[in-house]
């Protein structure tokens, strides 16, 4: 207990010699050692202003004085600096209104000396914390953003308190992407955090609940979906916050404060914080700005093409190890270049740069050749639509035809491409983000093509372009979809192979030990014939893929094939081809 009591007393103590040398925020918060130097001056100026009171007991100036001064020291430790600055330069008003009055006798110019040099200080600390302002709106703005969170997060409270109360899943989940979409760039981020927050809280405590533990992964999927937008929102608030950090650092440099006149110090305080506002209120300006500009023109970068790398270990100049290595690489290359579209993307990326490069080009019209101008216009329509066609051509030797008669569902596709979870698909992450992203960007700036008030693009592009790419990118998201069983069969059998890998790596291992270890031979041979299944399995399900990425979407799977019925059974029921019974 001496101890704590010894500490309490040392650290007074040393508020009075040691101020505090980080730069505090003074509009929320105050320096103890700058607090306690100002008690002691207004100490003594109270001392000062009774003694004289003494004499002049109804002077009403020195009771407003001793007012002050009372409300002062009454108030509470926390006050921030700013708030008792105020109250300083009441007292000192109320003095300066008195020295005028007052004979020389009874001046308070010794006390009033240190009082405004301390005023002065703290005018300079206010100046040093305007560097830090800028940190203290975007917080605030953040904490505003967890406030406007707070209807998710009840709701799920509310939730968990009602088991048996009725659970409305999907306006919820819309609930949380409209609320994402309707950020700031400012905010956007805290959003994200919120959602995640969410999705955690629902992992903590809906499991005894089925429909809460399976809505966890569909608002994480929704904030991986939004994160392919994060750092694009980040880099142009950084550059707007850049922009404004340095004019305001520039306005600190020149800011000073010398006079002790009060009159002085009030006016360059008062010019001093217009500016400040208005620099605060440009980057409040662009920090509100809305994202949804930027929801209609972003395109997330085309991930990195996945690599495969094929090394053999070094060897003490064995050539049949060489040579079988090389035998098998060559059957592999073989392999992966006989599969079905891997040069078209190629083709199909030129044809869409040529196209695009058509579209940006202006037409140079001649003055005064009305005649020649039609010409012109007609040449470079025909051009374009040439383009088109020859590019809908390209798409459909890629497999990307329109949908036709497919019966798709666009709010069925928007679902799935903003809350399916695609972590154990066998499908990569980033490259069906970028996907959902792409899909719902072109449908969305295709819906809101109108002839009435965008004229000049349907002259353009027609209806049956627009209908065609709608179908087109409509089919193409659709059969990812569809595909994602066999991705799983696959991405389940491909793990099988590296476990069973790993495996007989041991026994042979157990195979080198002198004596040998034959006695997993027996074991051995179960799990090369389990192997062999496996391998012919998966064999049949790439030819299958293979003869389903040929057919679709003119024809049904031929099946003739010699594999697995249900196989087969699950690759039509998800194909998409004209054969296909829920086509009408």
Known sequence: MDKHLLAIANFRQSLYSKPLKNVINVYTENDKAEVNRCVDAILRLEARVNQIRE??????????????????LNADCGVPQMK??????????????????APRQYSL???????????????????????HIINAVQEESQAIAVTMGYPIIQTLMQWRQNPTAEKNIQNFLAMIVDWIQSSTLIDFESRLKIASFAAVLIDNFSKSDTKLYELSPSIKSIVFYFSAYLQTVQEKLKKKRAEVVQELENF???????????????????????????IIKRYKLHGNEQLSTLFLTFLPEIPCPLSIEISTKLTDGNSESRLNFANFFERFSNLLNGLPGLIEPESLFEYCSDYLGILKKDVIYAENDDEGNEKLQGQALFDRQRRFAALVKQASKFGLRSRRAAPISSEELLKSSLTMDAKNTGLNEEYFRSCAVTRNLVIRLVNQLNSTKQPHILK??????????????????????????????????????????????????NAKISPPCFSASSQSKSIFDEAKGYVKKSFEIGKLLQSLIFAAPEKSINSTFNADVNILSELRDVALHKEHPKIF
């Open 84 to 101: 008792l600055a105020s109250w300083i330069e009441k007292v000192l008003e109320k003095c300066e209104h008195w020295q005028k009055l």
């Open 460 to 509: 353009q592009v027609s209806a049956q372009m627009i209908s065609h790419i709608r179908g087109v990118t409509e089919y193409g998201f659709a059969w990812l979809l569809n595909s994602v069983p066999t991705f799983q069969r696959l991405e389940e059998t491909i793990q099988w192979i590296q476990a069973t890998k790993d495996r007989i790596s041991i026994f042979a291992e």
């Open 109 to 131: 110019v010794g006390q009033l000396n240190e009082l405004q040099q301390i005023l002065i200080d703290w005018r300079k600390m206010q100046v040093h914390s305007w560097n």
């Open 55 to 72: 004499e002049f007991p109804e002077e009403a100036n020195l009771k407003e004085i001793s007012e002050i001064i009372t409300t002062f």
């Open 252 to 278: 600190v440099n020149i800011v000073k404060f010398h006079d002790l006149n009060l009159w002085s110090v009030k006016n360059s305080a008062e010019k001093a914080h217009q500016k400040l506002f208005k």
